[in-house]
Protein backbone atom coordinates (compact mmCIF):
# COMPACT_ATOMS: atom_id res chain seq x y z
CA UNK A 1 0.00 0.00 0.00
CA UNK A 2 1.51 3.32 -0.83
CA UNK A 3 0.98 6.34 1.38
CA UNK A 4 -1.22 9.16 -0.09
CA UNK A 5 0.88 11.88 1.79
CA UNK A 6 4.31 10.03 0.15
CA UNK A 7 6.15 12.66 -1.88
CA UNK A 8 7.40 11.13 -4.74
CA UNK A 9 11.12 10.43 -5.60
CA UNK A 10 13.31 12.99 -7.31
CA UNK A 11 13.71 10.20 -10.26
CA UNK A 12 9.67 10.11 -10.55
CA UNK A 13 9.75 13.91 -10.41
CA UNK A 14 12.12 13.95 -13.63
CA UNK A 15 10.49 11.16 -15.45
CA UNK A 16 6.89 13.48 -15.00
CA UNK A 17 8.75 16.28 -16.35
CA UNK A 18 9.90 14.05 -19.27
CA UNK A 19 6.51 12.91 -20.35
CA UNK A 20 5.60 16.63 -20.25
CA UNK A 21 7.87 17.68 -22.20
CA UNK A 22 7.50 15.32 -24.83
CA UNK A 23 3.83 16.21 -25.49
CA UNK A 24 4.60 19.52 -25.62
CA UNK A 25 7.96 19.49 -28.24
CA UNK A 26 7.33 15.62 -29.86
CA UNK A 27 7.40 17.72 -33.26
CA UNK A 28 10.17 19.98 -32.96
CA UNK A 29 13.06 20.39 -35.25
CA UNK A 30 16.27 19.73 -34.02
CA UNK A 31 17.05 23.77 -33.79
CA UNK A 32 13.92 24.27 -31.31
CA UNK A 33 14.20 21.22 -29.72
CA UNK A 34 17.85 21.70 -28.65
CA UNK A 35 17.07 25.50 -26.84
CA UNK A 36 14.35 24.21 -24.88
CA UNK A 37 16.52 21.75 -24.09
CA UNK A 38 18.87 23.78 -22.43
CA UNK A 39 16.59 26.31 -20.83
CA UNK A 40 14.23 23.47 -19.30
CA UNK A 41 17.34 21.84 -18.04
CA UNK A 42 19.02 25.07 -16.87
CA UNK A 43 15.48 26.17 -14.82
CA UNK A 44 15.82 22.65 -12.94
CA UNK A 45 18.77 22.49 -12.13
CA UNK A 46 18.08 26.08 -10.71
CA UNK A 47 15.39 24.74 -8.64
CA UNK A 48 16.62 22.17 -7.56
CA UNK A 49 19.90 24.06 -6.03
CA UNK A 50 17.31 25.93 -4.36
CA UNK A 51 15.72 22.91 -2.74
CA UNK A 52 19.11 21.94 -1.25
CA UNK A 53 21.67 19.41 -3.10
CA UNK A 54 23.98 16.94 -2.41
CA UNK A 55 27.21 17.30 -3.55
CA UNK A 56 30.35 14.90 -4.08
CA UNK A 57 34.01 15.58 -5.47
CA UNK A 58 35.13 13.87 -8.74
CA UNK A 59 39.01 14.08 -9.42
CA UNK A 60 39.11 17.21 -6.82
CA UNK A 61 37.72 19.19 -4.03
CA UNK A 62 37.13 21.60 -7.29
CA UNK A 63 35.50 18.80 -9.47
CA UNK A 64 32.22 18.01 -8.38
CA UNK A 65 28.70 16.59 -9.39
CA UNK A 66 25.12 17.59 -7.64
CA UNK A 67 21.96 15.48 -7.56
CA UNK A 68 20.93 18.82 -9.67
CA UNK A 69 23.52 17.84 -12.44
CA UNK A 70 22.38 14.00 -12.60
CA UNK A 71 18.84 15.11 -12.63
CA UNK A 72 19.31 17.29 -15.37
CA UNK A 73 21.15 15.24 -17.85
CA UNK A 74 18.48 12.29 -16.81
CA UNK A 75 15.73 15.21 -18.36
CA UNK A 76 17.70 16.00 -21.72
CA UNK A 77 18.59 12.14 -22.39
CA UNK A 78 15.27 10.84 -21.23
CA UNK A 79 13.73 13.20 -23.72
CA UNK A 80 16.05 12.14 -26.61
CA UNK A 81 15.21 8.61 -25.87
CA UNK A 82 12.20 9.39 -26.94
CA UNK A 83 11.88 11.60 -29.57
CA UNK A 84 15.51 11.23 -31.35
CA UNK A 85 16.12 7.40 -30.64
CA UNK A 86 18.32 6.55 -33.34
CA UNK A 87 20.80 8.67 -32.68
CA UNK A 88 23.64 8.96 -29.85
CA UNK A 89 23.63 10.27 -26.40
CA UNK A 90 26.99 11.45 -24.27
CA UNK A 91 26.70 13.09 -21.33
CA UNK A 92 29.43 14.41 -19.16
CA UNK A 93 27.40 13.03 -16.06
CA UNK A 94 27.61 9.03 -17.89
CA UNK A 95 24.89 9.06 -20.32
CA UNK A 96 25.88 6.65 -23.10
CA UNK A 97 23.90 5.52 -26.40
CA UNK A 98 25.06 4.43 -29.63
CA UNK A 99 24.40 6.16 -32.71
CA UNK A 100 22.16 4.30 -35.31
CA UNK A 101 21.76 7.77 -37.44
CA UNK A 102 25.22 9.33 -37.44
CA UNK A 103 24.19 11.65 -34.75
CA UNK A 104 25.49 12.00 -31.16
CA UNK A 105 23.80 14.54 -29.05
CA UNK A 106 26.16 15.89 -26.73
CA UNK A 107 25.05 16.89 -22.66
CA UNK A 108 26.16 19.05 -20.27
CA UNK A 109 23.50 19.03 -17.92
CA UNK A 110 26.01 22.09 -15.53
CA UNK A 111 28.58 23.60 -16.86
CA UNK A 112 30.24 25.46 -13.81
CA UNK A 113 29.11 22.77 -11.10
CA UNK A 114 31.94 24.11 -8.37
CA UNK A 115 30.37 27.78 -9.25
CA UNK A 116 26.94 26.28 -8.93
CA UNK A 117 27.68 24.51 -5.90
CA UNK A 118 29.06 28.08 -4.31
CA UNK A 119 26.22 30.12 -4.99
CA UNK A 120 27.52 32.00 -7.65
CA UNK A 121 25.24 32.60 -10.93
CA UNK A 122 28.39 31.67 -13.50
CA UNK A 123 27.33 28.71 -14.83
CA UNK A 124 24.96 27.23 -17.52
CA UNK A 125 23.60 24.04 -19.11
CA UNK A 126 24.77 22.74 -22.86
CA UNK A 127 23.70 20.77 -25.56
CA UNK A 128 25.49 20.25 -28.97
CA UNK A 129 24.47 17.77 -31.72
CA UNK A 130 27.31 16.21 -34.07
CA UNK A 131 27.63 14.50 -37.30
CA UNK A 132 29.36 12.64 -39.88
CA UNK A 133 30.68 16.49 -41.01
CA UNK A 134 31.71 17.77 -37.29
CA UNK A 135 29.80 20.37 -34.53
CA UNK A 136 26.32 20.65 -36.33
CA UNK A 137 24.50 22.95 -33.79
CA UNK A 138 25.20 24.00 -29.82
CA UNK A 139 22.20 25.44 -26.96
CA UNK A 140 23.19 27.28 -24.12
CA UNK A 141 21.28 28.28 -21.23
CA UNK A 142 22.23 30.47 -18.43
CA UNK A 143 19.58 30.54 -15.53
CA UNK A 144 20.54 33.37 -13.79
CA UNK A 145 20.52 35.79 -17.09
CA UNK A 146 17.71 34.09 -18.84
CA UNK A 147 19.83 33.74 -21.53
CA UNK A 148 19.74 31.26 -24.22
CA UNK A 149 22.28 31.03 -27.25
CA UNK A 150 22.11 29.28 -30.13
CA UNK A 151 23.70 28.65 -33.12
CA UNK A 152 25.46 26.03 -35.83
CA UNK A 153 26.21 25.26 -38.94
CA UNK A 154 23.22 26.25 -40.73
CA UNK A 155 22.05 28.89 -37.79
CA UNK A 156 23.66 31.81 -37.30
CA UNK A 157 24.56 32.39 -33.28
CA UNK A 158 21.61 34.17 -31.66
CA UNK A 159 21.03 35.26 -28.16
CA UNK A 160 17.40 34.89 -26.82
CA UNK A 161 16.58 34.79 -30.48
CA UNK A 162 18.25 37.72 -31.75
CA UNK A 163 20.95 37.22 -33.95
CA UNK A 164 24.96 38.85 -32.68
CA UNK A 165 26.87 40.48 -34.68
CA UNK A 166 29.64 38.40 -36.65
CA UNK A 167 32.59 38.60 -35.00
CA UNK A 168 35.41 40.88 -36.24
CA UNK A 169 38.88 40.92 -36.56
CA UNK A 170 41.02 42.30 -33.53
CA UNK A 171 44.36 41.67 -32.36
CA UNK A 172 44.93 39.85 -28.85
CA UNK A 173 46.23 43.68 -27.26
CA UNK A 174 42.77 44.76 -27.41
CA UNK A 175 40.18 42.38 -26.51
CA UNK A 176 40.07 40.09 -23.05
CA UNK A 177 41.01 36.71 -22.90
CA UNK A 178 38.89 34.20 -21.18
CA UNK A 179 40.70 31.20 -19.77
CA UNK A 180 41.08 28.81 -16.80
CA UNK A 181 43.85 27.42 -15.47
CA UNK A 182 44.02 24.55 -12.62
CA UNK A 183 46.56 25.09 -10.04
CA UNK A 184 47.90 21.78 -10.70
CA UNK A 185 48.98 23.07 -14.23
CA UNK A 186 50.20 26.12 -12.95
CA UNK A 187 52.57 23.92 -11.10
CA UNK A 188 53.64 22.42 -14.38
CA UNK A 189 55.99 24.24 -16.41
CA UNK A 190 55.58 23.02 -19.78
CA UNK A 191 51.72 24.03 -19.64
CA UNK A 192 52.63 27.29 -17.37
CA UNK A 193 55.04 28.32 -20.18
CA UNK A 194 52.68 27.47 -22.97
CA UNK A 195 49.74 29.70 -21.35
CA UNK A 196 52.00 32.29 -20.82
CA UNK A 197 53.00 32.81 -23.87
CA UNK A 198 49.75 33.35 -24.83
CA UNK A 199 47.96 35.27 -22.02
CA UNK A 200 50.85 37.98 -21.69
CA UNK A 201 49.62 39.26 -25.41
CA UNK A 202 46.18 40.11 -24.13
CA UNK A 203 44.32 43.73 -22.51
CA UNK A 204 43.47 41.47 -19.54
CA UNK A 205 42.54 37.85 -18.64
CA UNK A 206 39.07 36.74 -16.92
CA UNK A 207 38.82 33.37 -15.00
CA UNK A 208 35.22 32.50 -14.23
CA UNK A 209 34.65 28.85 -14.39
CA UNK A 210 31.93 27.57 -17.07
CA UNK A 211 33.80 27.21 -20.39
CA UNK A 212 30.12 27.02 -22.90
CA UNK A 213 29.43 30.42 -20.74
CA UNK A 214 33.01 31.70 -21.69
CA UNK A 215 32.66 31.00 -25.07
CA UNK A 216 29.22 31.73 -25.77
CA UNK A 217 30.39 35.27 -24.18
CA UNK A 218 33.24 35.32 -26.82
CA UNK A 219 30.65 34.30 -29.93
CA UNK A 220 28.47 37.36 -28.51
CA UNK A 221 31.09 39.80 -28.33
CA UNK A 222 31.41 40.13 -24.14
CA UNK A 223 34.45 38.59 -23.72
CA UNK A 224 37.61 38.20 -26.57
CA UNK A 225 39.03 35.17 -27.14
CA UNK A 226 39.06 31.44 -25.02
CA UNK A 227 41.94 29.37 -24.65
CA UNK A 228 41.89 26.37 -21.79
CA UNK A 229 43.97 22.76 -22.50
CA UNK A 230 42.41 19.05 -22.00
CA UNK A 231 39.05 20.28 -22.84
CA UNK A 232 36.03 17.24 -22.62
CA UNK A 233 33.42 17.11 -25.38
CA UNK A 234 30.79 18.24 -23.35
CA UNK A 235 32.40 21.71 -22.56
CA UNK A 236 33.95 22.41 -26.14
CA UNK A 237 31.30 21.51 -28.80
CA UNK A 238 28.39 23.69 -27.67
CA UNK A 239 30.26 26.77 -27.63
CA UNK A 240 32.97 25.67 -30.69
CA UNK A 241 29.30 25.54 -32.99
CA UNK A 242 28.18 29.26 -31.19
CA UNK A 243 32.02 30.61 -32.37
CA UNK A 244 32.11 29.44 -35.94
CA UNK A 245 28.46 30.36 -36.31
CA UNK A 246 28.76 33.61 -35.34
CA UNK A 247 32.01 33.73 -37.65
CA UNK A 248 34.96 33.15 -36.11
CA UNK A 249 37.45 29.82 -35.19
CA UNK A 250 37.43 27.50 -33.27
CA UNK A 251 40.91 25.25 -32.88
CA UNK A 252 43.34 22.51 -30.92
CA UNK A 253 46.66 22.76 -30.99
CA UNK A 254 49.27 20.58 -29.23
CA UNK A 255 51.64 22.66 -26.95
CA UNK A 256 53.12 22.00 -23.47
CA UNK A 257 52.00 18.21 -23.92
CA UNK A 258 49.03 19.19 -23.43
CA UNK A 259 45.87 20.05 -26.32
CA UNK A 260 44.95 23.32 -26.02
CA UNK A 261 41.32 24.43 -27.59
CA UNK A 262 41.29 28.18 -28.83
CA UNK A 263 38.44 30.35 -29.98
CA UNK A 264 37.82 34.12 -31.22
CA UNK A 265 37.88 36.16 -34.26
CA UNK A 266 40.49 34.64 -36.58
CA UNK A 267 42.76 36.77 -36.22
CA UNK A 268 42.96 36.44 -32.36
CA UNK A 269 43.27 32.58 -32.75
CA UNK A 270 45.61 32.53 -35.83
CA UNK A 271 48.39 34.76 -33.26
CA UNK A 272 47.32 32.13 -29.91
CA UNK A 273 48.29 29.33 -32.21
CA UNK A 274 51.81 31.18 -33.04
CA UNK A 275 52.31 32.42 -29.64
CA UNK A 276 51.47 28.48 -28.89
CA UNK A 277 53.83 26.77 -31.15
CA UNK A 278 56.66 29.59 -30.32
Known amino acids: MVCMDQKPSLQEMIDAVIKTFIVAHADDGDA ?32 VVTDADRAAERFIAGVLEAVRPEDGLVGEEGTARESQSGRNWVIDPVDGTYNFTSG ?44 VAKLQDKPAEEISLSSYLHPTSLADPEIRAAWQRVAENFATVRMLGAGSVDL ?8 GAWMQHSVAD ?20 EAGGVEWCLAGNKQVVQQMEEWLRG
Open 32 to 63: HLAQALVYNAGRLAWRLREMGVSVEQKTSISD
Open 120 to 163: SDYWCSALALTDASGVALGAVHRPAMGYTWFGGRDYPTSLDGKD
Open 216 to 223: ASVAEGTW
Open 234 to 253: WDWFPGKALIEAAGGAARKV
